[in-house]
């Protein structure tokens, strides 16, 4: 491989792990921050991209707008969900979780199915990025994903600005170490694990939504990112925002330069690099 | 002294028994037709269209094949192999279907092929590809309508290579489909004098291409042949386009491509080419007829897949009344099978003796929503069918 190649790949292992941070963020969120496993993650993604492909002609006035309208009908979406279902999971054991969110999943499939069909439908990147860069003479690089890595930066930055340096972030990391204590000084904790579910659930279709021009629409998308974004928390280590960006940049290395140098096992290096994390470090790469 | 219940039971059974040459009677009337097929999941939308398909060709004959009228029983496989042995068994054991008619996927139509091997039931597959189940798995009542991953795959490689290409770099998930699909652009390019550099993969069902598209960027071949499917060929496609690679390297594939997928990949696809036994505006006059008739009872277009459906029932029809209405009589009915030319939407076809279609495979070229046929790329083309001992 010579060295334009590499970096062209470097690259390309850098954008893709930063779409999965993004993709994952909000699953960090609502495991990390909360303890409840929501398999349903990849159904609020997937729901993203289907507003983003259905929204667009209901609303007009372009991908941005569709954006706002959509992070606005998930972040209501969220909150309306957690007061119904999720509010009666804190207490109770994983499995239990697991059950009633894996119930979701199939409902949002079947509803998906009898509300938009089983084709497979593409969605338009806006017209001003949907250019490309040249690089060398055979190949040039799409626009729209250099602005979706600008997009997962400033996530990336904007999560940690609203955790370390705002009084919701000083609250939601208390309830995080001990709900009784912060509920006993007096805030109301249920109404701040609704906003907590209501960002992860809107974080989640908002990645939907970017990513809806490069991946497409189609049935089965939530459970393809479920498992990846599952592996980049377990990696990182639950609850820590800081560990799901390395590890998400982690895994675009070694899926990435995994397929070019090893193809026979890119499709396991993934879950080999997880299993040699976990085995040096078992409780992921960082505390919360 | 005999026990009341025991008595009871006795007699019942007695009764229950009686009974069964009765129902072995009636099942000469109807004709029980097994369904199984993808209706949730990625495949739904192709399950759909063979179960269309192959129901108009029954509707067109008044409900009835040799007298007989069709009930159908349906089973959705959800596209899932480790669930396919049991939803094949529920239509051979619990149903006592007479026909199973299956499937989308080719991992689920091998566990049936076993299956229908075993029990001796007839089973028409309306797509699955998997070039084993005409080769090492056939049998005496496993026929198929669709086609075998190699013949697309060899047509388009005899195109490539009388276009001039001398090098070749081809790219497809790591699953018996991409294989056998990759295998028989292959044979069709090395025969027409060019060279394939090099075998790209990526692991089923991953979506992430631009690591090896940038390694077809420096491997810089004079054309790249790919097979993808449904959600994994829009992206593709869009990534190829969207990396500059078009205007470059020209990419070409199997039809399934750009079947189904042209409204997601929009312009992105424009121009590509692919081969199939299949395309949109076909010089054959059935193809018309077919069209028309399918739109207006079902208020959608069809495709290849409909075709397959249609052209399964086709068979069923034309075996069943060789064999006079019995579908346990594999002979008759395969005997008829093989030897007849089957008047498809597709064109005229006949079933080598491995129970695969010979038929022409079509290029075709993306001119907005429709892949438009261009000329036969082979005609008459036969699959190998390397292992099947009948």
């Given amino acids: 491989m010579d060295f334009s190649t590499f970096l062209i790949q470097c690259l390309n292992s850098l954008q893709y792990g930063l779409l999965l941070f993004l993709v994952a963020s909000g699953l960090t969120l609502i495991f990390g921050i909360m303890g409840v496993i929501n398999l349903a993650h990849g159904s609020f993604y997937m729901i993203g991209a289907y507003m983003a492909y259905g929204l667009a002609p209901l609303v007009g006035g372009g991908f941005f707008v569709t954006l706002?309208?959509?992070?606005?009908?998930?972040?209501?979406?969220?909150?309306?969900?957690?007061?119904?279902?999720?509010?009666?999971?804190?207490?109770?054991?994983?499995?239990?979780?697991v059950l009633m969110t894996y119930g979701?999943?199939?409902?949002?499939?079947?509803?998906?199915?009898?509300?938009?069909?089983?084709?497979?439908?593409?969605?338009?990147?806006?017209?001003?990025?949907d250019g490309a860069i040249a690089l060398g003479d055979v190949m040039s690089y799409p626009a729209y994903r250099l602005f979706i890595s600008a997009c997962c930066v400033l996530l990336a930055l904007g999560m940690w600005w609203v955790f370390t340096r705002t009084r919701l972030g000083m609250r939601i990391r208390a309830g995080t170490a001990n709900r009784e204590m912060v509920q006993s000084l007096g805030i109301d904790i249920s109404l701040l694990y609704r906003v907590v579910f209501a960002v992860g659930v809107a974080l989640a279709a908002f990645a939907g939504m970017i990513a809806a021009p490069v991946s497409s629409v189609y049935p089965g998308m939530g459970e393809s990112v479920l498992i990846i974004c599952f592996v980049v928390v377990v990696i990182g280590g639950i609850g820590s925002i800081r560990g799901a960006l390395v590890a998400a940049l982690l895994i675009g290395f070694v899926d990435t330069f995994g397929k070019v140098l090893l193809p026979q096992a890119a499709g396991v290096l993934v879950y080999v690099l997880m299993a040699a994390v976990l085995l040096w470090r078992p409780d992921g790469l960082f505390k919360p | 002294m005999m026990n009341r219940k025991h008595f009871l039971a006795s007699a019942g059974a007695l009764a229950?028994?009686?009974?069964?040459?009765?129902?072995?009677?009636?099942?000469?009337?109807?004709?029980?037709?097994?369904?199984?097929?993808?209706?949730?999941?990625?495949?739904?939308?192709?399950?759909?269209?063979?179960?269309?398909?192959?129901?108009?060709y029954v509707d067109q004959l008044g409900g009835k094949i040799v007298g007989r009228e069709i009930e159908y029983v349906r089973v959705d496989d959800e596209s899932d192999p480790s669930k396919a042995t049991d939803n094949v068994n529920k239509l051979i054991k619990r149903d006592n279907v007479d026909v199973i008619v299956g499937t989308v996927h080719s991992g689920v139509a091998m566990a049936m092929a076993k299956a229908a091997k075993e029990?001796?039931?007839?089973?028409?597959?309306?797509?699955?590809?998997?070039?084993?189940?005409?080769?090492?798995?056939?049998?005496?009542?496993?026929?198929?309508?669709?086609?075998?991953?190699?013949?697309?795959?060899?047509?388009?490689?005899?195109?490539?290579?009388?276009?001039?290409?001398?090098?070749?770099?081809?790219?497809?998930?790591?699953?018996?489909a991409g294989a056998e699909s990759v295998k028989g652009f292959k044979d069709?390019?090395?025969?027409?004098?060019?060279?394939?550099?090099?075998?790209?993969?990526?692991?089923?069902?991953?979506?992430?291409?631009?690591a090896l598209l940038t390694e077809i960027a420096a491997l810089k071949p004079d054309v790249v042949y790919t097979f993808?499917?449904?959600?994994?060929?829009?992206?593709?496609?869009?990534?190829?386009?969207?990396?500059?690679?078009?205007?470059?390297?020209?990419l070409v594939g199997a039809g399934f491509l750009t079947d189904g997928t042209l409204e997601a990949q929009g312009a992105a696809a424009e121009g590509l080419l692919t081969t199939l036994h299949y395309a949109d505006e076909l010089p054959v006059a059935r193809d018309k007829e077919f069209r028309l008739a399918y739109a207006q009872a079902y208020k959608m277009q069809p495709d290849v897949y409909a075709v397959q459906g249609y052209d399964a029932a086709q068979i069923l029809a034309l075996g069943l009344k060789a064999a006079k209405g019995d579908a346990k009589n594999v002979k008759a009915f395969s005997d008829a099978v093989v030897g007849s030319q089957i008047d498809s939407p597709r064109g005229t076809?006949?079933?080598?003796?491995?129970?695969n279609p010979v038929q022409d495979i079509y290029l075709r070229k993306v001119a907005g929503h429709e892949n438009v046929y261009q000329s036969v790329a082979s005609k008459a083309l036969a699959d190998p069918a390397t292992g099947c001992r009948m």
């Avoid at chain 1, 706002?68 to 979406?77: D, F, I, Q």
């Avoid at chain 2, 029980?32 to 949730?40: D, E, R």
């Avoid at chain 2, 993808?228 to 020209?250: C, E, N, R």
């Fill in chain 1, 68 to 97: 706002a309208v959509g992070v606005v009908a998930s972040v209501v979406l969220g909150y309306v969900l957690e007061w119904a279902f999720f509010s009666f999971l804190y207490e109770r054991d994983h499995l239990q979780q």
């Fill in chain 1, 104 to 129: 979701l999943i199939l409902v949002f499939e079947e509803l998906r199915s009898l509300l938009a069909g089983n084709d497979v439908h593409g969605v338009q990147a806006p017209s001003g990025l």
């Fill in chain 2, 16 to 56: 229950l028994a009686s009974l069964s040459p009765l129902a072995r009677a009636q099942a000469q009337g109807k004709l029980k037709v097994g369904f199984m097929l993808p209706a949730t999941g990625t495949y739904a939308a192709l399950g759909t269209a063979i179960d269309n398909g192959f129901r108009l």
């Fill in chain 2, 119 to 176: 029990s001796g039931t007839l089973l028409i597959i309306p797509n699955a590809g998997a070039d084993a189940v005409t080769g090492p798995m056939c049998a005496p009542n496993i026929f198929r309508s669709s086609f075998s991953n190699w013949q697309p795959g060899f047509a388009m490689g005899e195109v490539a290579a009388k276009q001039g290409h001398k090098k070749a770099v081809t790219i497809t998930w790591k699953y018996a």
């Fill in chain 2, 188 to 210: 069709g390019f090395e025969k027409g004098g060019g060279k394939v550099m090099k075998d790209l993969t990526v692991p089923f069902p991953n979506v992430e291409f631009q």
């Fill in chain 2, 228 to 250: 993808f499917a449904g959600g994994g060929a829009v992206k593709f496609v869009k990534d190829y386009a969207a990396a500059g690679l078009k205007s470059s390297i020209p």
């Fill in chain 2, 349 to 355: 076809f006949t079933l080598s003796k491995a129970h």
